[in-house]
């Protein structure tokens, strides 16, 4: 397994993380019930696989499946060494005590004194909650409690855009990781020949990277049906290995419901020779 360091904070995680999205989520991508017996033996088989291969980095949230995937992660981290893995899970916008409650929830989810990252849950910030997060009261005040309290070691935030309050975020210092999305079609976050994005600015500031969605949520795959319906190749692997070959990706989050879909995605990990020169990719003069 390749292992970096996340940003400034002294610890060493694996190149590809656990993303706990499909494990809680009903139906998210294809036809799936988390609460089924199957569904739980299969992701906690997962979990179990991705420790035996090297994975150390977790990543869930309460609101995958109200809970169901932390609940998860609980049973199959249950007696893992806290030091020994790296688990990551999220709040979504609230007051400070609404912020508290569920972290305390979240903490019993995952049978867990303490997470090592919780991370503002969001797809987009608007002006708006940025300032009713950072003011007085607001939500980073919370989460600067639970880290003083031990609850929780660092902190960052998620997103899935590119605008003004991605970066005011980034440069207030108050944030140890960035989980971002970024894939071959997505490449908001990083232009290298500018160069210039968000991945970039939270490099300069010292941050780990984390990426989600490596393999495009199914929509490039969609894309090539569609143009190309005859298409039998399986782009799952040169998709991952696009994100992995970002020299500014700390971690990318793969989602896994099976020991099998582990086992995949590590040898993908460890085939070093399918990484790619992204500065060759984007060349546009020979």
Request: charged letters at 25%; glycine letters at 10%.
């Amino acid at each position: 397994m390749e292992y970096r360091e996340l940003g400034n904070t002294g610890r060493t995680v694996s190149r590809i993380g656990f993303g706990g999205a499909v494990a809680g989520l009903k139906n998210y991508l294809h036809e799936y019930d988390p609460s089924s017996d199957e569904s739980i033996r299969g992701v906690v088989e997962a979990i179990e696989k991705a420790l035996e291969l090297g994975i150390n980095y977790f990543d869930t949230a309460p609101g995958y499946g109200g809970g169901q995937s932390e609940k998860m992660f609980g049973m199959a981290l249950e007696g893992v060494k806290p030091e020994s893995i790296f688990l990551a899970t999220k709040a979504s916008f609230g007051t400070r005590d609404e912020v508290m409650r569920s972290v305390e929830n979240s903490l019993k989810n995952l049978k867990r004194d303490s997470v090592d990252l919780l991370q503002i849950h969001g797809d987009s910030i608007s002006r708006e909650r940025r300032d009713s997060i950072l003011g007085l009261g607001g939500m980073l005040e919370a989460m600067r409690e639970l880290k003083a309290s031990g609850m929780v070691k660092y902190l960052g935030f998620t997103t899935e855009d590119n605008n003004d309050v991605v970066y005011e975020f980034i440069d207030s210092g108050e944030f140890d990781v960035v989980q971002m999305c970024y894939n071959f079609l997505f490449q908001h976050p990083y232009e290298p020949s500018r160069p210039f994005g968000s991945m970039i600015e939270a490099e300069k500031k010292g941050m780990g990277i984390v990426t989600m969605r490596a393999p495009t949520s199914g929509t490039f795959q969609r894309w090539i049906q569609m143009v190309n319906p005859e298409n039998t190749f399986n782009y799952s692997r040169a998709l991952i290995q696009f994100v992995l070959s970002n020299p500014l990706v700390d971690v990318a989050l793969i989602g896994m419901r099976s020991a099998a879909r582990v086992v995949e995605n590590v040898e993908i990990c460890n085939d070093m020779t399918g990484r790619i020169d992204l500065d060759e990719v984007h060349k546009r003069y020979v």
